[in-house]
């Protein structure tokens, strides 16, 4: 075998060696999962506009401890939401509550909606109903009026 | 389409009103919803490794101020508070927590800029900087003499907001 076949041979059977890999096994912990949940809908207080489940800031690493930690408690969303919430204040929740102050602010947009629809709808509706009548039939004099300028159009582009 | 602008052009104005308004606040200011709430006791350790209850009132009004020796804003606001605790430290207790800190570097750096508070929480993982809803360093809470957290300064104090708020204590109680 010549060197450069060899090289190649060696080369290629580099390929073959490649070493094993596996997927770490996850184990899927129910109470992560729901851990994470709880997290998506708070809002982290240093981030400005994430998740504290999506934050590698310290401070949200801590709230999702507290999280988990508040979970094998036994406690409910709900309770654990507030513990922050009472905290943090109506901040921290993604999306504002519907009670109380975030009440007007699921309200407003739908109740807007109505409104201008509404008033779209009364305006375009008035618009089709104001349709011209028919045009007046013209007199003989108009005609004959039309007629003399037209003909007095033609001789001044001539 | 005439009275249309008399409807249109207030209200523009006032959503540029609105919107300019909102302009004007601050958007990394996250009001404490515990001003007005009795302030947390909460057990643990100081910097000496006395075990101590932070939030209990013993004779004065507490001026609890939340630092790190790895924030840059508590240093200057640190000078604010040596003055304050000459001068008011027979009205208020001065006590202050040492957030998310090594305990070497937390005692160093009282050893070296001094060290206005009458002793320092250890709050070595932030768990009382969560049960304060602390969310950055500095932040200084006012505990009246009933255990009310009264007011909140989120930032570096001054010489000025420390004083106002300590006059603050005098207002309630009398």
Redesign the interface.
């Given at each position: 075998m010549s060197y450069p076949v060899l090289f190649i041979t060696l080369l290629l059977s580099l390929l073959s060696v490649s070493s094993f890999s596996y997927a770490d096994t996850v184990s899927e912990d129910p109470l992560e999962r729901r851990a994470l949940d709880i997290g998506k809908t708070l809002r982290c207080?240093?981030c400005?506009n994430q998740p504290i489940s999506e934050s590698n800031s310290?401070?949200a690493k801590?709230?999702m401890a507290?999280i988990k930690e508040q979970l094998q408690k036994g406690k409910s969303e709900r309770e654990i939401e507030d513990y922050f919430?009472?905290?943090?204040?109506?901040?921290v929740l993604m999306k504002p509550r519907q009670q109380g102050i975030g009440l007007p602010l699921w309200l407003i947009p739908p109740f807007l909606l109505i409104i201008i629809g509404s008033v779209a709808f009364i305006f375009l509706r008035s618009r089709t109903l104001k349709v011209p009548g028919r045009p007046k039939k013209l007199t003989d004099e108009e005609k004959a009026r039309i007629k003399k300028e037209r003909e007095k159009n033609k001789h001044d582009k001539d | 389409m005439k009275q249309w602008a008399y409807v249109l052009v207030p209200a523009l104005l006032l959503l540029l009103a609105l919107l300019s308004f909102g302009l004007t606040n601050d958007?990394?200011y996250?009001?404490?919803?515990?001003i007005g709430k009795p302030f947390p006791q909460l057990s643990g350790i100081d910097l000496n490794g006395n075990k101590v209850i932070l939030g209990k009132v013993k004779d004065r009004p507490l001026v609890i101020n939340v630092w790190a020796s790895w924030c840059a804003a508590c240093r200057t606001e640190h000078r604010s508070f040596l003055r304050g605790a000459q001068k008011y430290s027979r009205q208020v207790e001065f006590v202050g927590v040492n957030y998310?800190d090594e305990l070497l570097n937390g005692k160093r750096w009282l050893s070296t800029l001094g060290d206005p508070y009458e002793w320092s929480f250890f709050d070595n993982?932030?768990?009382a900087g969560?049960?304060?809803?602390v969310?950055?360093v500095p932040e200084t809470f006012f505990v009246n003499q009933q255990g009310v957290i009264i007011h909140k300064i989120t930032g570096p104090v001054t010489d000025a907001s420390l004083a106002d708020a300590i006059a603050m204590f005098s207002k309630g109680s009398k």
């Open positions: 207080a240093v400005q310290g401070l801590d709230m507290v919430v009472a905290r943090y204040g109506d901040y | 958007p990394r996250i009001p404490s919803p515990l998310k993982k932030g768990r969560l049960e304060l809803g969310y950055g």
